[in-house]
Nanobody, 115 residues
């Protein structure tokens, strides 16, 4: 059974930074495409960033240049470094894994950016 456990969310002022972590259990992050998604109140869940099996990364236009996704194979953990945070980044952030169409989600972690 695959379990993804997110941590690192919290309240931060605009312009600040946070680092989210996603620890994987029951699977190996390096064989999955790992992604971070977010969902703000009243909005659909959207892709923020992903890292593929070969290490390629992709970002939403709204976070490109501010957020960085990274993978630590030894710790079986994926990170999302978020810099220059804006109030519009406020959302619940979810970790996702995709293994050839087989997908799992974490429980989410709240990120709140104040003015």
């Amino acid at each position: 059974q695959v379990q993804l456990v997110e941590s690192g969310g919290g309240l931060v002022q605009a312009g600040g930074s946070l680092r989210l972590s996603c620890a994987a259990f029951g699977t190996t992050v390096s064989v999955n495409t790992m992604g971070w998604y977010r969902q703000a109140p009243g909005k659909q869940r959207e892709l923020v960033a992903l890292i593929t099996r070969d290490g390629s990364t992709n970002y939403a236009d709204s976070v490109n240049g501010r957020f960085t996704i990274a993978r630590d194979n030894a710790k079986n953990t994926v990170y999302l470094q978020m810099n220059s945070l804006k109030p519009e980044d406020t959302a619940v952030y979810y970790c996702n894994r995709d293994y050839y169409g087989l997908r799992s989600w974490g429980q989410g972690t709240q990120v709140t950016v104040s003015e």
